[in-house]
C-alpha cells in the first residue's frame, strides 16, 4: 500500500538571523524569522510526511508557543516525523521538494541538502530530491520579503 502526502511552508526575511535549509547554513547577509530555526525546507517536508499519515500537522505535534521548540534545530522535527511513519508501518520511498527563494543561488548547497535530509530521515541521497526556483521578482517571495518551499513524499509500507 502506497501513501502520498503533501507539504508547504513560508517564513519572513528578516536580517541578522541564519539561512538553514535543510540542516546546512547557507551563507548569506539575511535568514529567515521563526520560533525554531525557521528551516523551511525542512518544515515542508516534516509536514509531508505527517500528512501522508494523516497524524495532523506540524504545529500540532511542536507548537510554536511551546518554550521547547524556541530556536530548536528543525532536523529533530523531521526525525521525529519519520518515527511517527515507521510507528505507523510505513517507511519513505522518496521525497520531491522545492525552496522558492529568490536569492542567493542555491543550486551549490544541493547535495550537501540532500545529504543532510538523507542522513536525518535515514534513507539514501538517490531517495530525496531539492528544487530551488526563483519567483521570478513577483510577489513577497520575489520581492525578497520571504522564503517559500514544498515537499511531496510516498511512503510504502513496510
Ligand atoms: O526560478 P528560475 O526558473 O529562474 O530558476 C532557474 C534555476 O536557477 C533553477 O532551476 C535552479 O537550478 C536555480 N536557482 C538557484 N537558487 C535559487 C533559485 C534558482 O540555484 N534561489
Ligand atoms: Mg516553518
Redesign the pocket.
Known sequence: MIRVGQGWDCHRIVVGRPLILGGVTVPCEFGLEGHSDADVLSHAITDAIIGAIAAGDIGMHFPDTDPRWKGAGSLQFLRHAVALATEAGYKISNVDST??????????F?LPIRESLAATMGLSVDQVSV??????KVGPVGEGRSAESQAIVCLVRS
Do not use: G, S
Request: charge should be positive; charged fraction near 55%; glycine fraction near 0%.
Open positions: 525552496v522558492i527563494l529568490e536569492r542567493p543561488k542555491l543550486k551549490d544541493r528544487k530551488f526556483k526563483t519567483a521570478e
